[in-house]
């Protein structure tokens, strides 16, 4: 872990995509090896994800920040039009919210959620919704404590690479999500 380091939030660009591609696997590799099987983690690759990225910075409704740590992408955080059919009109996805493990537990993903908020709530979302593996007790743990509620009755449950794995969706409305990231 890094103690409290500058780190310095912006739009993404299509040059960022191959260390947003590197944090991704790195965080992956890092907070699933309990979850899911190694030979899957590390079948994940960077140059797949960076192809990855770079269409859907150039081509998809989808915006991104990253964070910006020693001259380097250090965490980014993806969002859009939420996927979900089952929800309320005006909703927001969070679809990925990434450290590089280095800089978790020193404030650096606060920050990288804080600046996220500030930029969704520009575009006056109903809700703030994100989907999270049951199992991932760490992310939850940052969920909450932003102000996510878990959403009753959507915990579902999908395989991925030979595991079976539960996910909840948690939601908010931007003015929880506002106390809840920035408390008074």
């Given at each position: 872990?890094?103690?409290?380091?500058p780190?310095?939030?912006r739009?993404a660009s299509?040059?960022d995509a191959?260390?947003?591609?590197?944090?991704h696997v790195?965080a992956?590799r890092?907070a699933?090896?309990d979850?899911?099987l190694?030979d899957?983690l590390?079948?994940l690759?960077v140059?797949?994800?960076?192809?990855?990225?770079?269409?859907?910075?150039?081509?998809?409704?989808t915006r991104v920040?990253?964070?910006?740590?020693?001259?380097?992408v250090?965490?980014?955080?993806?969002?859009?039009?939420c996927r979900?059919?089952d929800?309320?009109?005006?909703q927001?996805?969070?679809?990925t919210?990434y450290?590089?493990?280095?800089?978790?537990s020193?404030g650096v993903?606060?920050?990288?959620?804080?600046?996220?908020?500030?930029?969704?709530?520009q575009d006056?979302?109903s809700h703030?919704?994100?989907w999270?593996?049951t199992?991932n007790e760490?992310a939850?743990?940052?969920?909450?404590?932003?102000g996510?509620?878990?959403?009753p009755g959507?915990?579902?449950?999908f395989?991925?690479?030979?595991?079976?794995?539960?996910?909840?969706?948690l939601?908010g409305?931007p003015e929880e999500l506002?106390?809840?990231?920035f408390p008074?």
């Amino acid at each position: 872990m890094i103690e409290r380091v500058p780190v310095t939030v912006r739009w993404a660009s299509l040059d960022d995509a191959a260390g947003i591609a590197r944090v991704h696997v790195r965080a992956w590799r890092v907070a699933y090896r309990d979850i899911l099987l190694w030979d899957y983690l590390e079948s994940l690759s960077v140059t797949q994800q960076k192809r990855l990225w770079q269409d859907r910075l150039m081509h998809g409704e989808t915006r991104v920040v990253v964070a910006e740590g020693d001259g380097r992408v250090v965490g980014f955080c993806a969002w859009g039009p939420c996927r979900d059919t089952d929800t309320v009109p005006h909703q927001i996805e969070i679809y990925t919210l990434y450290l590089d493990p280095a800089y978790w537990s020193c404030g650096v993903g606060r920050h990288l959620w804080q600046h996220a908020l500030t930029e969704i709530r520009q575009d006056s979302p109903s809700h703030i919704s994100l989907w999270v593996l049951t199992a991932n007790e760490r992310a939850l743990r940052f969920y909450r404590a932003a102000g996510f509620a878990c959403d009753p009755g959507s915990q579902t449950s999908f395989e991925l690479g030979g595991v079976t794995l539960g996910e909840v969706r948690l939601v908010g409305t931007p003015e929880e999500l506002w106390r809840g990231s920035f408390p008074a």
